[in-house]
């Protein structure tokens, strides 16, 4: 069995289980395990939101979700296990849109390649966010480009950070 | 040579079908469809914003398209605005 699970989950069918990822990345020889979990916050900058709903371009987020995993493999490994899901549609407020689980012999590992794991997914899958307000009105999250990701991985002291969102 | 283009996030708004189809040279580069891409949104979708055109990547089914790499023989191409999930 693989140690890496990638999915996309379609929310009109199924929902994410966060107890069946720690399930997953469970291992007799691992004592470390970490998790995030992100959820559908009822508010963002101020304004009163009553959903989500979630666009994924979903042949290249999985591909690029084995790439991230495997990065943290080479990384954190080679001991490791890692369960990555996210959420497509829409989605209620408190409703979970994406999890990441990594199960490691200890906890510096764990905690390190579950934070990395969830930055690279928010900062480059090809997935979009659309807030739904009580108001009735929606908008597109604006998020991170991917022309300006790529531009500055081509730098070889690149590195992402500097700014929060989601 | 006729391109078909996909469109995701905030693109499906302007088009409901989530699809256009546009007209480029034979040879024609991302940088091609992307202003061909602009000159269509200019034209046919009120509200058009063309700055998040300009931040957008374009990509493959497999792969995201640096701005000089020739277009895909085949398939669609894919417009990616920039992204925030989680």
């Given at each position: 069995?693989?140690?890496?699970?990638?999915?996309?989950?379609?929310?009109?069918?199924?929902?994410?289980?966060?107890?069946?990822?720690?399930?997953?990345?469970a291992?007799?020889a691992?004592?470390?395990?970490?998790?995030?979990?992100?959820?559908?916050?009822?508010q963002?900058?101020?304004?009163?939101?009553?959903?989500?709903?979630?666009?994924?371009f979903?042949?290249?987020a999985?591909?690029?979700?084995?790439?991230?995993?495997?990065?943290a493999?080479?990384q954190?490994?080679?001991?490791?296990?890692?369960?990555?899901?996210?959420?497509?549609?829409?989605?209620?407020?408190?409703?979970?849109a994406v999890?990441?689980?990594?199960?490691?012999?200890?906890?510096?590992?764990?905690?390190?390649?579950?934070?990395?794991v969830i930055?690279?997914?928010?900062?480059?899958?090809p997935?979009?966010?659309?807030?739904?307000?009580?108001?009735?009105?929606s908008?597109?999250?604006?998020?991170?480009?991917?022309?300006?990701?790529?531009?500055?991985?081509?730098?070889?002291?690149?590195?992402?950070?500097?700014?929060?969102?989601? | 040579?006729?391109?078909e283009?996909?469109?995701?996030?905030?693109?499906?708004?302007?088009?409901?079908g989530?699809?256009?189809?546009?007209e480029?040279?034979a040879?024609?580069r991302?940088?091609d469809?992307?202003?061909?891409?602009?000159?269509?949104?200019?034209?046919?979708?009120?509200?058009?914003?063309?700055?998040l055109?300009?931040?957008?990547?374009?990509?493959?089914?497999?792969?995201v398209?640096?701005?000089?790499?020739?277009?895909?023989?085949?398939?669609?191409?894919?417009?990616?605005?920039?992204?925030?999930?989680g």
């Amino acid at each position: 069995m693989s140690d890496f699970r990638c999915m996309i989950v379609d929310v009109e069918h199924e929902r994410i289980d966060p107890a069946a990822a720690l399930e997953f990345v469970a291992d007799p020889a691992f004592g470390g395990f970490a998790m995030f979990v992100g959820r559908v916050r009822e508010q963002n900058q101020g304004r009163a939101v009553v959903g989500v709903s979630y666009d994924v371009f979903e042949q290249l987020a999985l591909a690029g979700f084995d790439d991230i995993v495997r990065r943290a493999q080479e990384q954190f490994g080679p001991r490791l296990k890692i369960h990555l899901a996210h959420a497509r549609g829409r989605l209620g407020v408190g409703d979970v849109a994406v999890v990441v689980a990594v199960g490691t012999p200890h906890r510096d590992e764990a905690f390190r390649a579950c934070r990395q794991v969830i930055e690279a997914v928010k900062h480059r899958s090809p997935i979009w966010k659309q807030e739904h307000y009580q108001d009735g009105s929606s908008e597109w999250s604006e998020g991170c480009s991917l022309c300006e990701t790529q531009a500055r991985d081509d730098q070889p002291e690149s590195r992402h950070d500097g700014h929060a969102h989601g | 040579m006729k391109v078909e283009v996909s469109l995701f996030g905030a693109f499906r708004d302007y088009e409901p079908g989530a699809a256009v189809t546009l007209e480029v040279p034979a040879g024609a580069r991302v940088a091609d469809l992307r202003s061909a891409l602009a000159a269509h949104g200019r034209a046919h979708w009120p509200g058009f914003r063309e700055g998040l055109l300009m931040r957008s990547a374009f990509a493959s089914q497999s792969c995201v398209l640096g701005e000089q790499e020739p277009l895909p023989a085949s398939g669609p191409v894919v417009v990616l605005p920039p992204v925030g999930g989680g």
